[in-house]
């Protein structure tokens, strides 16, 4: 039996280039209409500044009661976005979702605390933001308090609570509630691993008790764990549903088309805005006798080159890496450094024998004065490193994302006196 | 399982239940309100005692402004003090609500853009440490009324309607600024503005009486403040305080069409407030 029907979901937001805000000033407004109302010319140039975007168009689709949904895709894909109109946080632009049963979203840990209140205050401040009765959460406080860990504080402001004991506490009060429906959005990826297993063991109970659940992460591995059924979201389009195992394999095979080299040949086609243009990112092995071939040992190059469009603007890059998964492994930055307006190029060495085996994703970003993001250029490259191995007879899957040569050794450092 | 509960989002449009849900929301609305309340004077050396000193103060201040150095006319038998307290605790009342009210949503936002309920439940629950101001203040008139020779009027038990008809104004005028003020945040820099200019533009400080026969009465009483401050130190002061109960019928029908009107505004706005915070 469907307990969630959606049909023609869409969301439109509107861009607004000129401002920088999110929210506008009257001024903006009054002064727009009065440029409409007295001139056409104005009024076309100032629609053209505005850019409908789609962040999502034309969702379909049911979900059985007790299913667990796992939901994949790149950032910006409209995953966030569907959670917040199934949560009710905002409404669609178009179409229409049925649900049957009480729903609970978890998109944060913690919403609602109040950091002047006490531990035992805010469980039933947020429970009652999370829509649990009072009677519910009188039931479960014991049980709430337990899993969190923090009885010894719960007479404390939670301003005084470390970060994990904040976080613990957020997602205890969560576990607790008891929806038909549980939306949970990407809370595994806060607290200690200890923490991640408990939060991983508690989603599956609320699964096995024949409850449904819709998951977002990046984290495919949870995801294959939990979920029975898959949804996969690309540029703000459901493209495809099913089986998890197929879902993933799919998602991980159309993502790790491998992209090695990106350029464009014009300012004009090239992605960026009026401060900044993207002529090229590539990256490529040091030992150029098989291009496509990086295995562990195999030290990286990446060039990065972009038109800076600003007279002396203030720049530096910062270059973020990530597992498949999504899993930040690095965030390496230049020094800031004043440029003309020109062609500006940056490198960057990966060394051999770091990087495990598997398939990395590459972030830049360029940014100005050290703190403004001026663009950044997601998920923009795309690698594969292979395995290799010497004087092994295991070929288990090597664990862990960087794979060092460390100074580690053996040796024997005292002869047994035996007689 | 619980009974079936089923809910259509659409684009739009509040699902039907909406009051229902808001009934439903109830205890949320309790603990929201208790935790403005409780967290108000955390971490300060004096605590609840600032509830009973901050309404004193003002109010010594403006009795000593407005009686020895203005020195503006009582009504005849109304010790100007007094006047000026009655009119002063009402007031507060109403420009506090209102202004908790129009920045509600603002203040919540981390709620807003996180999870889902009736959205009227944060204006609702900001009244609360307004509400309890008022009540300080007016325990503090109570006991101030026998220093100045003066009774209470037995007229007191009319004060819970003018309590609720100051909270329909606020929420009238609150509601609708509340909703602008997502979108565009010059209100939250116009509202103590318009606070302070009617202070003086109210017969806080006067009487009403001041106004009677004018040429501009009519218009003046069209304020549904008029009615309420007049009236609500009717209740307190009695008879010897002008009050024209004719002007409460306008009183009442303007405040009740205002709140229909940002009700439904808001209503139609509620839904997309994440969008624009």
Known sequence: MPVIVAENISKKYIIDHQRKSGSSGLRDVVSETVDKLFSRKEAQDDFSEKEEFWALKDINFSIDQGDRIGIVGHNGAGKSTLLKILSRITEPSTGQIKIEGRIASLLEVGTGFHPELTGRENIFLNGAILGMAKSEIRESFDAIVDFAGVEKFLDTPVKRYSSGMYVRLGFAIAAHLNPEILIVDEVLAVGDTEFQKKCLGKMRDVSESGRTLIFVSHNLTAIQALCNKSFYFEKGRLIDQGETTHIVTNYLSKV???????????????????????????????????????????????????????????????????????????????????????????????????????????????????????????????????????????????????????????????????? | MAAQHTTTIKAGGSEKDYWKDLWLHRQLLWILSKRDISVRYKQTLLGVAWSVLRPFMTMTVMVFVFSYVAKIDSDPGVPYPLMVLSGLTIWTFFSNTFQQISNSILLNSNLVSKVYFPRLLMPLSSIAVGFVDFLIALGIFIVLTPFFDYTISWQIIYIPFFVLLTFITSMGFGLFFAVLNVRFRDIGQLIPFLIQVGM??????????????????????????????????????????????????????????????????????????????
């Open chain 1, 256 to 419: 790790s088309h491998k992209s090695l080299d990106k350029h464009w040949d014009t300012i004009e086609s090239a992605p960026g805005n009026d401060q900044v243009r993207v002529k090229r990112f590539k990256l490529f092995p040091e030992y150029q006798d098989d291009l496509n071939h990086i295995d562990v040992r195999t030290p990286i190059n990446f060039q990065f080159e972009f038109w800076n469009l600003v007279e002396g603007a203030n720049l530096n890059l910062s270059m973020h890496l990530y597992t498949f998964t999504g899993e930040c492994i690095f965030n390496v930055g230049t020094q800031s450094e004043s440029f003309p307006k020109g062609l500006v190029t940056g490198t960057c060495e990966l060394p051999g024998n770091f990087l495990n085996d598997g398939s990395y994703v590459v972030s830049m970003m360029i940014v100005k004065d050290t703190s403004t993001v001026l663009y950044n250029m997601e998920e923009a490259l795309v690698f594969d490193i292979e395995d290799y191995r010497e004087n092994v007879t295991w070929y288990g899957k090597w664990p862990g994302y960087i794979r060092p040569q460390l100074n580690f050794s053996i040796r024997q450092t005292e002869h047994v006196v035996n007689d």
């Open chain 2, 200 to 277: 003086y533009v109210l017969p806080v400080a006067y009487p009403s009486s001041l106004v009677k026969d004018t040429w501009f009465e009519k218009y003046y009483n069209l304020n549904p403040l008029v009615g309420i401050i007049g009236g609500f130190r009717w209740c307190l002061l009695g008879e010897k305080s002008y009050f024209n109960p004719q002007s409460l019928y306008s009183t009442v029908i303007i405040s009740f069409s205002i709140l229909i009107l940002s009700l439904i505004y808001f209503r139609r706005k509620e839904n997309t407030f994440v969008d624009h915070i």
